[in-house]
């Protein structure tokens, strides 16, 4: 089943009766927990087809997403839904193959993906979804262990790995792989390849407060940014144009892909019921309480990076780094940053998002925290006093 539509409290129906057979199969609702309206009737299928998503599925939900390292809301959309999906297979209950276009997803991929790191077979990073970097770390296990290098894991691969599970494990071999690239790559920014993600566009505009839209302020943004990044001799890509429509994360991960750019840079604004919360924030991939530790070392570096020369640079209020599994960031096979500029929806962020003064001043943070990032730790400088060249 696909989820299109999004369920939240006070919703029923056959979908939300799915919502709860799975949590109840994550262990997040007590088993038998169908709550009802009437009589409870099944919808044909097993399901029950006025279950309600009542209190306890809401509390469960947003558990849930606050374990996936999600937005937690309470609500069940496509995002979260998937994550559901994915939680569900456990390694050894179903093949596991490479498809092009296609690729399979699933917390037992992300165990497969483990199993290999530990034993010393470059995958990649932790992120549950089966690559060609996966597949080939796959083919090598399989050579190494005399079984046939054929990149599927069918029950001969399963019992090998069952067999050779090291009894203690340790380490980041892949934040380790990614400092080394870091090192290797050099100080100069000059030769990077460096995709900026405008969020939104087209007739999806973001967050619209204070006669201001996200979409606008964040391509002007990207904009300032780019000018920048390519007199240093960067090459800088942009996901979409001023117009561009019906761009999802998913199409601009590939996008990013793509490029086999060095790092994304992805530019949005918030929003907040309260008119109060303000100020800036900054999101890499990864998440400290799934028993994966998935995580992007290099993205946590550089959001940290850009957090605190935004700070500084600009008087924001620090909204600190977070760890996410939003689309973009897991997908894209490079380091990526997400960064929430302000909140439109806050009087004084507004404002300040509003002014040409400020973006020049976000933008120049943003390259200088990106300069920081590769710069050997004996030539780094305190935040907020390393200066670049003067952009005309």
Not at 111 to 133: E, K, Y
Not at 136 to 157: H, I, S, V
Not at 178 to 193: Q, V
Not at 279 to 308: C, I, K, N
Request: proline share 4%.
């Amino acid at each position: 089943m696909t989820m299109q539509r999004r369920y939240r409290r006070g919703d029923t129906g056959p979908a939300v009766a799915e919502i709860r057979s799975k949590l109840v199969l994550l262990g997040l609702l007590p088993a038998g927990a169908h709550a009802v309206h009437g009589t409870g009737d099944t919808d044909g299928h097993g399901g029950y087809a006025d279950a309600v998503f009542d209190d306890s599925v809401d509390l469960a939900v947003r558990h849930f997403q606050q374990q996936r390292a999600m937005t937690v809301d309470g609500v069940v959309g496509p995002e979260t839904y998937r994550h559901l999906d994915e939680a569900r297979w456990r390694l050894g209950d179903r093949m596991l193959s490479y498809s092009i276009g296609h690729p399979t997803v699933g917390d037992d991929v992300a165990t497969l993906q483990q199993r290999l790191l530990d034993m010393g077979f470059d995958c990649g990073r932790v992120d549950g979804i089966l690559g060609p970097a996966t597949e080939r770390a796959l083919r090598e296990f399989q050579r190494n262990y005399g079984l046939g290098a054929d990149g599927t894991c069918g029950p001969a691969t399963f019992r090998a790995l069952d067999r050779l599970a090291r009894t203690v494990v340790g380490g980041q071999p892949h934040a380790m792989r990614e400092s080394e690239l870091l090192h290797r790559s050099g100080p100069s920014l000059a030769g990077k390849t460096v995709v900026i993600d405008p969020g939104h566009g087209g007739t999806d505009q973001g967050v619209t407060a204070h006669g201001l839209t996200e979409a606008e302020i964040v391509w002007d943004l990207a904009r300032r940014l780019e000018g920048r990044l390519s007199a240093l001799g960067v090459q800088a890509y942009l996901t979409r144009g001023l117009d561009s429509d019906g761009i999802g994360e998913e199409e601009r991960a590939a996008f990013a892909n793509a490029t086999d750019a060095d790092l994304v840079i992805s530019l949005h604004a918030d929003r907040n019921e309260s008119p109060r919360a303000a100020g800036v924030s900054s999101y890499y991939y990864g998440s400290g309480s799934d028993r994966y530790g998935r995580r992007s070392p290099t993205g946590e570096h550089f959001a940290s990076l850009v957090q605190r020369e935004l700070v500084a640079r600009t008087g924001m209020v620090d909204g600190r780094t977070h760890g996410k599994a939003w689309t973009l960031l897991r997908r894209t096979r490079m380091p990526a940053v997400r960064i929430e500029v302000g909140y439109l929806t806050n009087a004084e962020d507004a404002a300040r998002l509003a002014s040409s003064e400020f973006r020049d001043h976000a933008a120049e943070s943003v390259v200088v925290a990106l300069q920081r990032l590769y710069l050997p730790p004996e030539e780094d400088v305190p935040t907020g006093m390393l200066r670049l060249p003067v952009f005309t």
